[in-house]
């Protein structure tokens, strides 16, 4: 494998991570911070906002993943993946923690 799919494999498990809480949110009409908030990241986004933000996402993980060329053969780019998932999920524990809070 080229190094641009463990790459791939990696932003597609990040991207995949990302579309839980927004997809979550959206469906369950609640608002939660998306890029479009004011301030960005922080302020709360509608309900179909974050259900189009979770759609965005999950397409740019799927195409990522496609190119990730993810394999049992090889399974360092599953690794790679899901440590993608992890760090998407651990850096957006940490961020979103506080989100109730401010």
Sequence with gaps: MQWYNYLSAFFAGFFLANVVPH???GIMGNKF????AKPPGKGLSSAPVNMI???FNLLVGYLLLLKGNLSNDQPIS????FAGIAICGIMLS?????????
């Design 53 to 55: 933000w979770a759609l």
């Design 94 to 102: 940490r961020h979103f923690q506080h989100k109730d809070k401010e």
């Design 23 to 25: 997809f979550v949110s």
């Design 33 to 36: 911070p998306t890029p479009f």
């Design 78 to 81: 599953l690794v790679i993946f």
